[in-house]
């Protein structure tokens, strides 16, 4: 009955409720679709570096994770390799010859890391491919070495398609030497500083330029169907494998993982300062409430409703209130994110540069988890349970004999 | 059978340093079944004895005690069972819950005492049959008038099987017919119900059907008359 009454109560002054509940609605709303949007963009940065630059896994020899010199490699890849790829998790696997060089164009020069790919694998793992805005993919040339480089990279060199780049390196005997390759292709990720430091080679054209033995590698790149599935599998290669480090995604790029982490951290306390704003106003009302039924609240206490069930009365009242606001609010927010999180939001015409330069998309599509909807819902609840208090208490201090005298 | 007994009660106000003496040293009983009526001149202290008979404030000195309960003795938490249990309250301005049908006010005091809905539905369709309005059962207090409100705040104040209703004023906004009809409803339900039913006025027409008349003046009791 006490529910009844109070969801009732709701209803009494529909003006009044409605200005609360479209205030509700409207601060759950942003909260909502900004937590969206922060989670939308999070995802894609993740999924973006987990595709085009760390894999969920990846494998190294220890010595190589404290110093990328290139004789921290490992052998015996294929073995590896077949085993990793005979697990139902796997999507692809490939490996690296990474070796750090300079590389200069007929203008100018600079740092980069020079990745020896089998293209075939690596598209399987990595979407570089697909990121691809002109040429092909190390596909052989006529005359010298295919090169795929960032188009970053392509700018900073003043390099086309065609043009020469010579790389200068240390083989494994570390003996100092230079290599001619051509233009084959440039891609663009989402990543600048990644387009500017990364060239894509043979793996076969630079072990065997490096003189490296031809089943080495520096990096094993694993790529599962779920993001979630990277501790199982790092785990069971770890047992597998003791003398070789096994690293996730995060443990590469640990920023990104700190990164997501903060941005949720972020996102809960935007949209508890906007539900404490909300909070004010509910308690506000729900005075006038108070203060508007002291006969009726008199009367209630002298037939003999005690004091909790009067508190329960005032305060499930004001969840409901808040409840009717925050689920309206959930509903807005939450279609407005579907239809975002499928057509996506570009932003391209606001700030692409720098959206860029941080390694972010420019269209974002926005990203609605249920634990985001479970978790507003509770904090709407607890708001209306905080805010139902002070006015409740303001309930429970009236004298009933004195309160069903008065005016109202 | 006495239900109610007073003894040496007093309420004094300090207002502004003056005292009011608004129980002036009132002994009084109450026996089973009586229709009496408190009269008296405003200020003359009926309304403060009425919230004392009904614990809703404390006396200053003096104890008033209920079928052997003494309520100066019950913390606040068990007065208001007791109130919920054993008191029925009829006030002046009917003070229905507006958001609830006719059958909902009625049955409202019986869901509080966790009364089973066999048991709330058979008590509120006889009562609110008895205060002749089983056919407004769903209508909202908006939806009735002032006598039929009222009504409504009887078969409320009953719903419980209280030992006795206080009645603060009932008749003070209603006009002569339906003051009348809700006198003869009273009265029928203090026989048939053999409910005690005290009842605070100015008004003639509750004096005139009252069986007992207590008149005070200054938180005294000055006559005391039974009718036969």
Redesign the interface.
């Known amino acids: 009955m006490i529910w009844s009454v109070s969801w009732r109560n709701v209803w009494r002054n529909k003006m009044r409720s409605g200005v609360v509940i479209t205030a509700v609605s409207l601060g759950v709303f942003a909260g909502v679709f900004a937590m969206a949007f922060m989670q939308g963009m999070a995802k894609q940065r993740v999924d973006s570096a987990i595709k085009t630059e760390t894999s969920h896994i990846q494998i190294h020899t220890p010595e190589y994770v404290n110093v990328n010199d290139i004789e921290n490699y490992f052998t015996n890849t294929e073995e590896l390799f077949e085993n990793i790829a005979a697990d139902p998790s796997t999507v692809a696997v490939s490996k690296r010859v990474i070796v750090s060089s300079i590389i200069s164009s007929a203008e100018k020069g600079g740092g980069v890391r020079l990745i020896g790919i089998e293209p075939e694998r690596e598209s399987e793992v990595t979407n570089i491919k697909e990121r691809l805005i002109e040429g092909n993919y190390l596909e052989p040339l006529k005359r010298g070495l295919p090169a795929v480089i960032g188009n970053k990279l392509a700018e900073k060199l003043d390099v086309r398609l065609g043009s020469k780049l010579v790389v200068g390196l240390l083989d494994v005997n570390s003996q100092p030497i230079y290599h001619q390759f051509r233009v084959s292709g440039i891609f663009k990720t989402a990543s600048a500083p990644y387009d500017e430091t990364t060239v894509f080679v043979n793996y076969s054209d630079l072990t065997s330029i490096t003189k490296m033995p031809k089943d080495a590698a520096h990096e094993m790149a694993v790529l599962l169907s779920d993001n979630e599935l990277s501790g199982l599998m790092a785990s069971e290669l770890k047992q597998g494998f003791p003398n070789l480090n096994i690293m996730e995604w995060f443990d590469v790029l640990p920023e990104l993982k700190y990164m997501t982490e903060s941005m949720d951290v972020y996102m809960y306390i935007f949209i508890l300062i906007i539900l404490l704003a909300l909070g004010f106003g509910i308690v506000n009302t729900m005075l006038m409430v108070v203060l508007e039924r002291v006969k009726e609240l008199g009367m209630l206490m002298a037939v003999g409703m005690n004091k909790r069930r009067v508190f329960s009365m005032i305060m499930l009242e004001t969840v409901f209130l808040s409840l009717t606001g925050g689920v309206l609010g959930l509903v807005l927010g939450t279609g407005f994110s579907e239809f975002f999180e499928t057509h996506g939001l570009d932003l391209s015409g606001l700030y692409k540069e720098g959206l860029e330069a941080m390694g972010y998309d420019t269209i974002v599509y926005t990203n609605i988890l249920p634990e985001m909807i479970i978790t507003v819902t509770l904090m709407v609840i607890m708001t209306g349970i905080i805010a139902s208090i002070y006015p409740a208490r303001k309930a429970l201090k009236l004298n009933p004999a004195e309160a069903i005298r008065t005016d109202n | 059978m006495k239900i109610i007994e007073i003894k040496n009660l007093y309420k004094i106000y300090n207002e502004t340093e003056v005292e009011v003496k608004a129980v002036n040293g009132i002994d009084l009983n109450f026996e089973k079944g009586e229709f009496a009526a408190i009269v008296g001149p405003s200020g003359s202290g009926k309304?403060t004895l009425l919230?004392l008979l009904?614990g809703?404030?404390a006396p200053t000195s003096g104890d008033i005690s209920v079928d052997g309960t003494s309520l100066g003795k019950l913390k606040s938490?068990k007065l208001?069972?007791f109130?919920?249990?054993n008191i029925g309250?009829v006030?002046q301005?009917y003070?229905l819950?507006?958001?609830?049908t006719a059958k909902?006010n009625v049955?409202?005091?019986m869901?509080?005492?966790g009364k089973s809905k066999k048991e709330r539905d058979a008590r509120t369709k006889e009562l609110l049959t008895a205060v002749g309005l089983e056919d407004r059962i769903n209508s909202r207090p908006t939806k009735l008038s002032g006598g039929q409100q009222q009504r409504v705040a009887v078969a409320?104040a009953l719903a419980?099987k209280p030992k006795f209703v206080l009645a603060d004023e009932p008749t003070a906004n209603l006009d002569s017919k339906s003051t009348e009809n809700l006198l003869d409803i009273m009265e029928r339900l203090n026989k048939e119900e053999g409910t005690t039913f005290i009842f605070s006025t100015h008004d003639q027409r509750v004096v005139n059907k009252a069986r007992r008349v207590i008149t005070i003046e200054d938180g005294k009791i000055i006559s005391d008359e039974k009718k036969n």
């Open positions: 309304t919230n009904g809703l404030d938490s208001i069972d109130r919920m249990n309250f006030f301005a003070n819950i507006p958001v609830l909902e049955e409202f005091i869901h509080l005492q409320r419980s």
